[in-house]
């Protein structure tokens, strides 16, 4: 048990070092503009284009199993407009950016662990050092920069249509009216309920683009190796971003 401790121990620490060690070659990096800004275009399409499908489709199903669920809590306690209150503030607040975060990280996470993994793997990136190309501001600086650019985006997106799936569930299936609707919206409404989500999104989408790039990056053990990075950064993105969503929690709110 002990020895079990101390190996644990150990991998923690090494990992905190290359973390901190990889953060610091990210900020070294921003400096070289000519290489990733011209790649940060493409990395904007596959991290958030290509990810709206799978967000949209969550924040619909959300945003009507909220608004059936909180009619059949709030029967015959509090007014029914009371819908639109829960409604948006749990998706604004709370289930719009987390549930986005934690499933791009599947998708977002494990493609770019994967990506830059087998370019490791494959000796790739050792050919773009031989090259004189700096890795990190080619393949890890334009992805970064995609995450905190789409994921607000993506989220915003999100909000939408998760309301928007409360408000049809609640005049379809709830007789609730539309003026109802919007005025339990409206009722403790604060416009910093909209930028919160937004500032939430921005650092989840730093968190996994660079967590998948850091594991891909030092990838080690050939195909194998891949799949291990790739499932070590969903795991590790989505437990810092349920940390940062309650220390968010703490600091803004």
């Known amino acids: 048990m002990l020895a079990w401790i101390g190996r644990q121990a150990t991998s923690l ?25 011209p ?24 945003g009507i199993v909220l608004a059936l669920q909180s009619s059949y809590t709030f029967t015959g306690i509090v007014p029914l407009y009371f819908v639109g209150v829960l409604v948006g503030k749990s998706i604004m607040l709370e ?8 499933v791009l990280a599947g998708r977002v996470g494990a493609n770019i662990a994967a990506e830059i993994g087998t370019m490791r793997v494959t000796e790739q990136i050792d050919a773009l050092e031989m090259m004189a190309w700096n ?24 909000l939408v249509a998760g309301i928007g799936a409360g408000w049809l569930t609640s005049i379809s299936l709830l007789d609730l009216s539309t003026q109802e609707f919007v005025r339990g919206l409206r009722m403790f409404y604060e416009p910093f ?18 967590v998948g790039a850091l594991h891909g990056y030092h ?12 499932t070590r950064a969903v ?7 349920l940390v940062f969503d309650a220390l968010w929690a703490v600091i803004l709110l």
């Open 95 to 102: 289930l719009g950016p987390v549930l986005t975060g934690l």
């Open 193 to 210: 309920d909209l930028s919160y989500p937004l500032i939430k999104a921005a650092s989840f989408g730093a968190i996994v683009a660079a």
């Open 135 to 158: 890795p990190v501001s080619y393949l890890v600086v334009p992805r970064v920069a995609a995450g905190i650019l789409a994921f607000p985006i993506i989220v915003a997106l999100a």
């Open 39 to 62: 790649l940060t275009a493409v990395q904007v399409r596959r991290v958030g284009v290509d990810s709206i499908p799978v967000a949209v489709f969550i924040a619909l199903f959300t």
């Open 219 to 230: 990838t080690r053990g050939g195909a194998a190796g891949v799949g291990r990075a790739a």
């Open 235 to 241: 795991v590790m993105s989505c437990m810092l971003i």
């Open 13 to 37: 620490v090494a990992l905190v070092g290359r973390a901190a060690q990889f953060i610091w070659s990210i900020l070294a990096a921003i400096g070289d503009v000519r290489t990733w800004v």
